[in-house]
Structure formats: structure tokens, C-alpha cells
């Protein structure tokens, strides 16, 4: 990618970049960590980026600012906000890289609902490290782009590299993801079904903390390996109908770790179930479609581009369907 | 009971009995067996009889029949019918037990609304196993027309013994239930609230063998002892709050193992979810209540009878809910 070349030079004269990354969707899901602090994960996951829905950064590295500032979808966030003290974290570790101290703008917005069950922290992560990297003038592999990107959200590791990825689990620097597939490798749509804009009550670095409390996780974790395996394999075979299987199943178990935490965590809502009911019943009416749900009421429709159509049609007859948005696979995290 | 022992007798002279018996609702559940002819379970489990609610069945054993009858809630059953197979293999038992043969006429019939997650079979095999021994002659202990019930549907062996029952591990002989507290020992109510009246796709049954071929199968059965014993320490000390976390965890360990199996089985339907957010609601409101469901898509809301009116009408303006039942502790399974 030449042009990315061009951009991160330009981008490290200036002292300023703007990167784009897109949300994914968890096929294989990571719940809990081996070390919460570098956010490694206790399992391995494979995920989709949904190239329709976008995250985009700006960063200015900027000597006359006695601070961070940062913006979100034109809301200024003040120093005490978590979401500040998350970001500036964040920007902290690619200042150590560096070695500077400078103060940086951060401007970001999304063109997608933040808060519930689309992976908007990923997107928003994998955005900011490629974006704060390039502005502190400094050339990241993908790799270790992915590991920063990981630190601020593990699931923004996944956001890294292009169409369908796979995060491994290993150190600080190895546990990062990669692509096993191109965008143009499968055209899978994900029809996300917003039943809830509200945002969760519990976010996922706490829910993170609490997967250990469930006595069905470490069963969960032992599993995990087993299904990325059978699930990366369907993927590569373009097999729906085999991967369907796994990926509802992977979720079914992770909401199950949630619900029988301590406190338990209970994401589904009336309108999560009536669509998990609903799938199964357009299955056997021959809608080839399959679910899955990340840490939120919203439940994402797998399927693909054939019946995109009868989906979203089916969907928006449901009586707790809000909004529906529809990605195809997206490329990678890139200065743009 | 002396009346029972008079009952006994004119049973045996008249080689007819009626007896009555409750459903009980489970606070640590049975899913999985060890031995599925026997129904000998993976784990113990505890319950309450559901004292509202009852079976009634009469057993005549009559020379001049050539084959069983059986009519339940007034419809007559064929001889190929799964039902009907399912009460004759239990009559056999009793048949083999004082070796006649003897042909029966037997007659159920539910106050309650059967197959939705209220647990008819109990009810109706507790009942069937005190009216069919004692018109066959037989005095068994209350052990033994546990053990009995227990072979025609493992959660009826529950419904022997009276109040507060545990199912305890054992082989055919010992694997049975014991009242661990009387009906008045705690007067708890079971707000059940139906959320749907048709007859489930999959019965217990079914559902029993299918507990195995979920990865989250053995991590539920490895922590069910902890449950137990910490339910019933909860209900011994009359602690709604220790003992409505259990039950509700214990609740959702089932539904994720049963979620999980394969091929797998989705008892929860929109009304089933709407009324587990709407708990956690109410409870965060003052009101103590607490949930659990069955292999149904009905929830059992536990309360203390202080707050059943206001569990009530809270549940009666969820827009899924059909009907709701109300019922305290029972007494034993018994002739009348």
C-alpha cells in the first residue's frame, strides 16, 4: 500500500494523521483475560471487520496544548471522564514508544450506534493507534499495530488487519491477530439488529473481570480452541451451514458465562430472544441465516449476500426491531 | 397418616384407587441422567411441591379388560400413542412388582395447563405410582413410591415426599427424594407465569438426552453439589436473597447447557426474557422476587407471600404474559 507509505510520511512531517478502521463482528468470541492490564485474552477468537460501518480518528501531536483534548461524535470530553482517561492512556503508551510528551487533539466519530453490542471500542481503538502511531512518526508493523491497537480494547486487535481475522493468545507482543482471509475471499453479510440504542450498564472491560466468576468459563475456554478450529476451517470452505452452527453455539455459551456470573450479566433483552426464536424459525422456512450477539441486547444476522434481502425483510417485521444496518466484510485499519 | 392406611386397605379389597399429587418447581435442576431407562440423574436436585397445582388419577385393575385404557383431562388415548406406552411400561412395573397381570383402566386429570414448563410428568407420575400400587396391593414405603415415580419421570420422585424435596444420587434403589422441610415450614410462593400454552417441541425427555452433548454439560454438574448445599442452607435459614441468587444462577446454568447442546434447544422465548429483565427490575425497585424456569419457556417467580399481590399484577402488565398461576408449598403425593 503505497499510499499508506506516502501518508505516514506526510503524516509524520505534520505531526498529524487521520486513520479509518472498521468495527468487527466475534464469530469466535473473547470473554475474559489472562492479564487484564495488557489485555490478553484467555481464548482465542476469529472475527469479520464490517467494511459499512467505520470508526475515523484524527490526532494532532501539538507542543502549545497543556493537555489532551479529545472529541467524540462533536461532544468534548472533559479530564475526569473515563473515556478521556481511557483514550490519554492509550496515547500515553505510543508517547513512551516515542519518547516525546507532547499533548495531542483527538477527534473521532462513527457512523454507527456506540454502546450496544457493535464493537465500537474496537473500531475506535484500532483507529487511534494507527492514527496516534503515524502522527508520532512512527512505522508499526501490522503486528505491532494490532498489539497496540490491543491494549486499548482487545477485540481493536482484531480491527488491525484486513477482512476476516484471527487474534492468538501469547505475550504482549505476539498476541495479536491476523488475516486469514481477505474482504473478496467471501461476501458474508452481517444484518445487525438493533433492538436497544441505550448504552449497556456494564461495558465489556467489566464484563472482562467478572468472566472468572462463572462456573461454566473455564469449560468456555477449554472448548474455544475446538471451535475457532472447526469455525476457521467452515470460513475457508465457504461453508455456511457448518459455521452457522459453531458460531451460534460459541455465542449461546458466552452469554451463558455472562448470565451465570457473579453478578450476572444479562445483555439479552425480549427483542435478542424473539430474534434468536425467529432465526431458527427462518431456517426451517429456508432462509440459510445464523446469529450471533456480542455484549449487548443487538443480535447480528450472518449470511449471505443472496439473502440479504429476505433478511433484513424478515428482521423488520419483528415488533422490538429498532434500526437494521448491513455490512459486508471491511479491510483494514489505514491512514486515510 | 391412618387415613392413608385405611385408604391402603380398601384399595387392595377394591383393586381401585385415586390418588393426588402436585407438580413441584425445581430451585437446583434435573437435567441429565446417568442412566436414562432408570432415570438415575447426572445431579441431585431440590425442589418445592407446588400445592395449588395437582394430578388426580384413578387406577382400576379389572380381569374383563384385554388391554390398559387411558384417558387423560377427558381424551382417550391409543394404544400406539407415545403417552399411552410411556403409562403402561409404568404400570408394568407395578405388575411385574406382585407379578399380575391384570389389565388397567386408568383416568388423570390436571388443574394446570400441561407441557410449558410446569412440571405435569411430575405430578402425573407421582400420583400414578401411589394410585396404581395400592390398587395392585402393594404397601410401599415412601422411599420406595419415590423410586417408582422416579421411573416414569425423574422429577416426579420430587413430588412424593411433602413440602421441601431433595433428590439425592444412589442407584435404582436409593436414588430417591426426601422431604427436607414441611409446607409450612416457609411459606414461598411460585408466581408461574405463562408466557406460552403450546406443548413444548421437546419434552424432558428428549431434552435429558441431549444434556451430554453440551461442552457446558459436565462444568454444570461439577458445580450442582456446591448449589445445592448452599440452597439448602439458604432455605433452612428461611434467606430468600443467598437462596434467589442460587436458584436463578442454577436456572441459567441449565438454559446455557441446553442452549449449547446439539442439536440445540431454546426453551426461552421474547416473553421468557422480557420477565428476567423485568426480576432484576423489581428487585432493584424493593421487591425481593426471583426467578426460575423449567424445561419451558413459563417462569417460576419466587417470592414470600407478603409480595405475592404485588409480583402479580407487576407480571400481568408484561405484554407476553397469558396467564399467571399462584401457588404455595404442598403436601405429598397421596390416596383420596
Same mark, same amino acid.
Given at each position: ?9 506526510k ?5 498529524q494523521?487521520?486513520a479509518?478502521?472498521h468495527p468487527?463482528?466475534a464469530?469466535?468470541?473473547y470473554?475474559?483475560n489472562?492479564?487484564?492490564a ?21 490526532v494532532?501531536?501539538?507542543?502549545s496544548?497543556s493537555?489532551d483534548?479529545?472529541?467524540i ?8 471522564d ?25 477527534e473521532s466519530?462513527?457512523n ?6 457493535i464493537?465500537s471500542?474496537?473500531?475506535a ?8 502511531s503515524a502522527?508520532?512518526g512512527?512505522?508499526?508493523t501490522?503486528a505491532?499495530?494490532s ?14 488487519? &484486513?477482512?476476516?481475522? $484471527?487474534?492468538? !493468545?501469547?505475550? +504482549?507482543?505476539? %498476541?495479536?491477530?491476523?488475516? /486469514? ?7 458474508l453479510q452481517?444484518v ?5 440504542q441505550e448504552?449497556k ?6 464484563g ?5 466468576t462463572?462456573?461454566l468459563?473455564?469449560a468456555r475456554v477449554?472448548g474455544?480452541?475446538?471451535?475457532? &478450529?472447526?469455525?476457521? $476451517?467452515a470460513? !475457508?470452505?465457504? +461453508?455456511?451451514v %457448518?459455521?452457522?452452527?459453531? /458460531? ?6 458466552m452469554?451463558?458465562?455472562m ?5 450476572p450479566l444479562y445483555?439479552?433483552n425480549?427483542g435478542t430472544?424473539?430474534i ?6 427462518w431456517?426451517a422456512e429456508?432462509?440459510?441465516?445464523y ?16 439473502h ?11 415488533p422490538e426491531v429498532?434500526d437494521?444496518?448491513v ?10
Amino acid at each position: 500500500m503505497s499510499d499508506q507509505t506516502e501518508l505516514r510520511k506526510k503524516a509524520a512531517q505534520t505531526r498529524q494523521a487521520t486513520a479509518l478502521a472498521h468495527p468487527n463482528i466475534a464469530f469466535i468470541k473473547y470473554w475474559g483475560n489472562q492479564d487484564h492490564a495488557l489485555r490478553l485474552p484467555i481464548n482465542p477468537s476469529l472475527s469479520m471487520n464490517l467494511g459499512a460501518l467505520f470508526t475515523q480518528t484524527t490526532v494532532i501531536f501539538d507542543d502549545s496544548l497543556s493537555h489532551d483534548s479529545l472529541t467524540i461524535n462533536q461532544q468534548d470530553y472533559t479530564l475526569d471522564d473515563p473515556a478521556y482517561q481511557r483514550v490519554r492512556h492509550h496515547v500515553d503508551i505510543v508517547r513512551e514508544w516515542t519518547n516525546i510528551s507532547t499533548h495531542a487533539r483527538i477527534e473521532s466519530s462513527s457512523n454507527f450506534p456506540v454502546g450496544s453490542g457493535i464493537a465500537s471500542s474496537a473500531a475506535a481503538f484500532a483507529a487511534l493507534s494507527v492514527a496516534s502511531s503515524a502522527a508520532a512518526g512512527l512505522t508499526l508493523t501490522e503486528a505491532q499495530l494490532s498489539q497496540l491497537a490491543r491494549r486499548g480494547s482487545g477485540s481493536a486487535s482484531r480491527s488491525v488487519p &484486513t477482512g476476516y481475522c $484471527e487474534w492468538t !493468545l501469547g505475550n +504482549d507482543v505476539d %498476541s495479536v491477530a491476523v488475516s /486469514i482471509a481477505p474482504p473478496n475471499f467471501w461476501d458474508l453479510q452481517d444484518v445487525v439488529v438493533v433492538v436497544s440504542q441505550e448504552h449497556k450498564a456494564v461495558g465489556s472491560t467489566g464484563g472482562h473481570r467478572l468472566a472468572d466468576t462463572s462456573s461454566l468459563q473455564s469449560a468456555r475456554v477449554a472448548g474455544a480452541d475446538d471451535r475457532l &478450529t472447526r469455525c476457521r $476451517e467452515a470460513l !475457508l470452505a465457504r +461453508d455456511l451451514v %457448518s459455521m452457522g452452527a459453531i /458460531i451460534e453455539e460459541d455465542a449461546v455459551i458466552m452469554h451463558g458465562v455472562m448470565m451465570s456470573s457473579q453478578p450476572p450479566l444479562y445483555y439479552w433483552n425480549a427483542g435478542t430472544m424473539r430474534i434468536i426464536q425467529a432465526t431458527q424459525q427462518w431456517r426451517a422456512e429456508g432462509l440459510p441465516v445464523y446469529f450471533t450477539i456480542d455484549a449487548g441486547p443487538n443480535v447480528h444476522l450472518i449470511c449471505e449476500s443472496a439473502h440479504v434481502q429476505a433478511v433484513v425483510s424478515a428482521a423488520k417485521q419483528l415488533p422490538e426491531v429498532q434500526d437494521v444496518l448491513v455490512s459486508g466484510p471491511g479491510g483494514p485499519a489505514r491512514l486515510v
